[in-house]
């Protein structure tokens, strides 16, 4: 899935968490609220202060400091790779952060495992929640209670050439069926019509997943025909060379540039690419359109949730610095900054066409919940293992559904 916003906690994880958790004994600490001297610490993993994610990010925070006179707000950047561990590290000492940027599929084991806060009680205070769009605001909800507050979010949709579409007289594809023809007729020897991510991993079954919803299908059955129909298309557009047979190994970082390079017609890709592609590529002539749908109209969501930590000593400084950020107005300025999408309906709108088609595409847009949400990672492998298996010809579309289905149900009953 989107690498910078996607980071899953299985149940392994979350009773490790607990168990460190009550070893060090974290709880919230003393009351803080916004006197003078005020410190509050967050933790994220956008990037570093230099990187332009990072960078947003502490420009908002310093937007912050300048509004509330006497707060200091401390960012600590930690790599994707190392902020669970680092997490968990610190729950076992004693060293939580004030407030924890978490991807918005960690926020149930993280709650679960008490490394943060339930704030149902600040956000009914609050009175803005029915703000939010309903499939964010779920990634929130831990045993009906409220553990964090959405921030940003990321979505997919098709990014198209305007020209290769033009020359062909084509319109960008409203249904699978219209995808799977239009990218055929968009290929010739230099290109294909479609690019994808397959890459090993969860981020190379982003695609297949949302192709499987688009089906009506579940993502934790898929030896199903919802997941049958879906694998066998993909297939089909790989024989067809409408998608290169090279997908298995480009990430979305190599399918973003396969575009670019007008080495494809069209991409499925999230709207992190919108700005790279203006600033890196000012020439090349694109839009993109709503995902096609099927029996439904689906798209993968990446969201991340402010959460106030068990060993926060000033909660009620962090909950109004987190409050703060779902302004409308601050959103208005930092969401355009920070290249990502509002995960509520107030946010005035920036006259963006590309933004305003993702902020459409973000309505119809599903997140792992439930028992799935902790195992996410693992059962998003495990589909890409049947995309592997099914486009490299080791096994037939059925049998690479029916041995992923076995790795599912091994891994949810875990």
């Known amino acids: 899935m989107i690498r910078s916003g996607t980071i899953h906690l299985g149940r392994r994880w979350a009773a490790t968490l607990l168990a460190a958790t009550l070893l060090a004994g974290c709880g919230g ?45 401390q960012p600590r950047h930690i790599p994707f790779g190392e902020f669970n561990r680092t997490i968990l590290q610190s729950a076992a000492g004693g060293e939580l952060p004030d407030i924890a940027l978490i991807a918005a599929t960690s926020t149930q084991a993280m709650a679960e495992a008490g490394v ?57 594809p409203k249904t699978w069926t219209e995808m799977a023809e239009t990218a055929k007729k968009l290929t010739s020897d230099d290109r294909q019509g479609l690019a994808v991510s397959g890459i090993e991993g969860e981020e190379g079954a982003t695609a297949l997943v949302i192709r ?72 090349l002539k694109w839009k993109v359109a709503l995902l096609p749908g099927d029996a439904k109209q689906l798209t993968f969501l990446a969201a991340e949730n402010l959460a106030i930590t068990s060993g926060s000593r000033q909660p009620d400084a962090a909950w109004d610095l987190m409050a703060w950020t779902q302004d409308p107005k601050v959103l208005g300025e930092y969401l355009p900054d920070r290249n990502k999408l509002p995960t ?39 589909v890409q293992g049947a995309l592997q298996a099914a486009v490299s010809g080791s096994a037939s579309v059925n049998q690479a559904l029916a041995d992923t289905q076995q790795k599912i149900d091994k891994t949810l009953a875990e």
Request: proline share 6%.
């Open 29 to 73: 600490g003393g009351e803080g609220g916004q006197d003078d001297g005020t410190t509050l610490t967050l933790w994220h993993f956008y990037g570093p202060p230099e990187s332009a994610t990072g960078a947003a990010l502490v420009r908002l925070l310093q937007r912050y400091e300048q509004a509330h006179p006497g707060v200091k707000v």
């Open 116 to 172: 943060i806060q339930d704030i149902s009680q600040q956000v009914e205070s609050w009175g803005k929640k029915s703000g939010f769009l309903p499939s964010i605001w779920q990634t929130t909800q831990v045993g009906g209670k409220t553990y964090g507050l959405p921030h940003v979010a990321d979505t997919y949709a098709v990014y198209y050439n305007t020209d290769m579409l033009g020359k062909a007289a084509i319109e960008p």
């Open 212 to 283: 499987i919803l688009a089906a009506g299908g579940d993502v934790t059955k898929v030896d199903a025909p919802p997941a049958q129909a879906a694998l066998t298309q993909f297939k089909e557009m790989v024989d067809d060379g409408a998608i290169s047979k090279g997908m298995l190994g480009w990430n979305e970082e190599d399918v973003k540039n396969q575009f670019a390079n007008g080495r494809a017609a069209m991409m499925i890709n999230s709207a992190t690419y919108v700005s790279t592609l203006r600033k890196e590529n000012p020439g």
């Open 344 to 382: 509520r309906d107030d946010v005035p709108a920036d006259g963006d066409e590309v933004r305003g088609v993702f902020i459409e595409q973000l309505k119809s847009a599903w997140a792992p919940s439930g028992p799935l949400a902790k195992d996410s990672s693992e059962v998003f492998t495990h």
